[in-house]
């Protein structure tokens, strides 16, 4: 069974560079993985692609040909892709029942939010047996002012509704989050959503007074759905990664997939029969496969720490620990030179012996 991300998120938001990393971080852990290249204006892919859809269609030609903008050259393209589905699933079936497909689509949020074409291809591909989840990248920058915050959940929320799959927001670039100033409240306040009305006073004091009561209605129409909540992401944080990667996994199911060497245990009829105190406990797979997260950035607090309140400290931590490794490397190296020097000196000497 195929499973998979629909990437999604305004443009700039990191989906490009968040895939390249997702195909470094699984190749390193040896987990099955291929990317797909959805967005037609994508010329410069950082990673290496499974499928491009600049294959079947490109921003350019439609442009040329009729005499489109670029935004609505991308709804072209993507009604296009619609249309011609059969040409992806043609290569989909190719990467096999086992394949993880990451796919990277364009930035225009109106595809994920409003139009309705990338809601048919997800149909699509579930109908294909994919199990997906979204995974909707937000510039963390957003955070650090209270309107743009508002917009975001807005955003958020709206393409939660859109896409009706399992749904993980994603505030991309935390690493950078530092250099904005000092946020409001704390991190788990936003990744959280808590109580929303702490932000009237900032929200009024920036609009004009007849805004106030429009603030207030986004304020409860995004309480009133308590949907909204976002995940951290530092791209090349390798605790970052594993720990969206976690929540990914539970939102798929993929936390469920034994590894592809583990062994069955042997199920036998005495098994079968036996005491429930000396089956095996399948409950147990299922509560820890689903237990809260553990780990090193798996807690906002921790990430809070990371990036916001002890940024420098861990930043020279990990430029010493990096700097160790880099010179345990090249001891090795250094050694392993020296060990095939006397090697071949050794059988050199014998040979001339002989
Ligand atoms: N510091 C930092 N920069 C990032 C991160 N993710 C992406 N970027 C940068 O953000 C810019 C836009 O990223 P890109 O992947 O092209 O965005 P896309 O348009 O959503 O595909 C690039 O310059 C990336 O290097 C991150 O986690 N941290
Ligand atoms: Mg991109």
Redesign the pocket.
């Known amino acids: 069974m195929p499973f998979g991300e629909i990437?999604c998120?305004?443009?700039?938001?990191?989906?490009?560079?968040?895939?390249?990393?997702k195909y470094q971080l699984f190749t390193a852990l040896k987990r099955p993985i291929s990317v797909v290249n959805l967005?037609p204006a994508?010329d410069a892919l950082?990673y290496p692609c499974a499928i491009d859809i600049s294959s079947l269609i490109t921003l350019q030609d439609v442009m040329d040909q009729h005499g489109l903008g670029p935004n609505g050259g991308m709804l072209y393209c993507m009604e296009y892709l619609e249309a011609n589905f059969d040409w992806l699933e043609e290569r989909l079936q190719e990467l096999g029942d086992d394949a993880y497909v990451l796919f990277?689509l364009p930035?225009q949020v109106e595809l994920s939010t409003n139009h309705e074409s990338v809601k048919h291809i997800v149909e699509k591909l579930t109908k294909l047996s994919f199990r997906l989840a979204a995974v909707h990248?937000c510039?963390a920058h957003y955070i650090t002012d209270a309107s743009k915050y508002v917009s975001v959940l807005l955003l958020s929320l709206r393409a939660m509704l859109q896409l009706e799959l399992p749904h993980i927001n994603v505030l991309?670039?935390?690493?950078?989050i530092s250099q904005y100033g000092d946020l409001e409240f704390n991190l788990d306040f936003y990744t959280e959503v808590q109580d929303l009305s702490y932000l009237e006073n900032t929200l009024n004091a920036a609009l004009p007074p007849r805004f106030a009561a429009l603030n207030m209605a986004m304020i409860s129409l995004v309480e009133d759905f308590g949907l909204v909540g976002f995940e951290t992401?530092?791209?090349?944080?390798k605790n970052?990664m594993l720990n969206l990667t976690h929540v990914i996994d539970r939102a798929t199911g993929y936390v469920f997939v034994p590894p592809a060497d583990s062994n069955q245990p042997p199920e036998t009829i005495e098994q079968h029969n036996a005491a429930p105190a000396v089956r095996p406990n399948t409950y147990a797979l299922f509560s820890s496969a689903a237990a809260p997260l553990k780990g090193p950035g798996s807690d906002v607090r921790d990430v809070q720490e990371r990036w916001i309140d002890s940024k420098e400290e861990y930043d020279a931590f990990e430029k010493r620990e990096w700097r160790k490794e880099g010179e345990m490397v090249r001891d090795e190296a250094a050694r392993a030179g020296k060990i095939r020097e006397r090697k071949a000196k050794g059988s050199s000497d014998t040979d001339m012996e002989l």
């Open positions: 990437v998120g305004s443009p700039g938001s990191g989906k490009s560079t968040y895939c390249y990393g967005d994508n950082p990277d930035g990248l510039d991309s670039k935390i690493d950078l992401l530092a791209v090349e944080d970052s």
